[in-house]
């Protein structure tokens, strides 16, 4: 039943895609150290959303439920009202709440219209629960 929603969730990306993604989590010093068959599942997993300038992608304070990866378009990262920085293509985020169950630790909002890939947090457990066991049953 698991391979089944996997299957479901998976979305065609083309390896430009895949590379940008897989990049982007090997750069993000919490992401990097998750397995390379977990890393694998969440580039397959991930869907596209669109923001479009000044839309706010992560709301500080708030509890947290996807993790994202920008693809095209620029995002500021906002705390307390200041900024603190930008991120530009090829950049993960909102991986803080979604490994370690805390609140958002800042804002995150769109500069410019944003082409973003996302994982939810159902989707992220059930990747990292599938075990390396069960993954050698299917075969
Ligand atoms: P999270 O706390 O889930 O949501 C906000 C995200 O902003 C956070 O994960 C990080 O990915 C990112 N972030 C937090 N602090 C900074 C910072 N100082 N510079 C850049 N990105 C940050």
Known sequence: AQNLSF??????KDSSTKKLI???I???DFLKKL???HMREMVDCMYEKVY?????VIQEGEP????YVLADGLLEVIQNGKLLGQMRPG???GELAILYNCKRTASVKAVSQSLI????????????????QARHQEY
């Open 7 to 12: 299957e479901r969730a998976r979305v065609r």
């Open 22 to 24: 897989n990049d982007a």
């Open 26 to 28: 090997m750069n993000n």
């Open 35 to 37: 397995e390379p068959q």
């Open 52 to 56: 479009t300038e000044g839309q706010l």
């Open 64 to 67: 947290g439920n996807y993790l």
């Open 91 to 93: 950049t993960a985020f």
């Open 117 to 132: 890939w996302a994982l939810d947090r159902q989707m992220f457990q059930s990747i990292m629960m599938r075990t390396t």
